[in-house]
């Protein structure tokens, strides 16, 4: 599932090229992925809309509209979430099974996407396509007010990139919570943003071990960790995101980050700080990578 890096990639991609840019048609054939309102009325309440900012919140991707061709109000918000295998990219696709005819002005491509589902056909000729092989992914649409207020944003926790987000913020908020701190770091209604592949990355640098209930952190620990996720976030947001599966970015492309994963899909390999053979564990239906000598 694309994370805060993969998220925040695809917000900066949008942006460059989709801002001010007005909607001027839907295509969509998997109608399930419009959560809010009916796939019809979609279609119909989107058109003509103009995109005037673009945000991330979680991993939630924002795409503030207006109906007002004078002033730059935003009256309405797009909201897509990702999920596991979505991605948005940036191009010219035929209908017909979303044939690529180029991306971002480039050559011809050759390739079909036989996974992209939804198309924004933009003002200047070109489109933004969600592409999502389970067709696992959400969208909502409606008024600023209401999208905002919605569940889906409502209980979201702070985000660890946050300016105001502090080192004593961070203690404080995982002290305050029960439970192994792998599942608290992906918790998002604790943290935002953080999911399997960064916590795993995080917690082997911290050398924290991801089963560690966290009424048992020192304070070094958990100043260790709160160092590590920005870190790590930051770095893996300059280098695009990290693609092990199905995640690109907005051109197409595949996130660097993975060339630097340390923990994350190393079972059986050798750890880089001691040599000990990774580990894997199952936690909560979900899957934990870690070094046993490393992270105690």
Known sequence: MPELPEVQTTVDGLKKKVIK????????DAPKL???????EFKKQIKGLKVVDIKRRGKNILIYLTDN??????NFILLIHMKMTGHLLYGKWSIRKARPLSILGGPLQEKVNDYIHLIFYLDNGYQ?????LRKFAKVLFGKKNEVENSPDLAKIGPDPLDKSFKVIKFIKLIKSKKGRIKQVLM???IISGIGNIYSDEILWSAKVHPLKET???????????????????????ELKGTSVSDYRDFS???????????????????????????????????????????QR
């Open 252 to 294: 197409g492309r595949r996130g660097y980050y993975a060339n630097e994963l340390l923990a994350y899909g190393k079972e059986g390999q050798s750890c880089k700080r001691c040599g000990t053979s990774i580990k894997r564990v199952k936690m909560g239906g979900r899957s934990a990578h870690f070094c046993p000598k490393c």
């Open 34 to 40: 419009i959560k809010k309102p009916k796939a019809a």
């Open 128 to 132: 933004f396509a969600l592409s999502d």
């Open 21 to 28: 840019r007005r909607i001027t048609g839907v295509w969509l």
């Open 69 to 74: 061709k004078q002033q730059a109000i935003n």
């Open 215 to 237: 009424k048992k952190l020192t304070s070094k620990e958990l100043k260790n960790i709160y160092r590590e996720t920005l870190r790590i976030l930051k770095r893996a947001v």
């Open 187 to 189: 918790n998002q209604e």
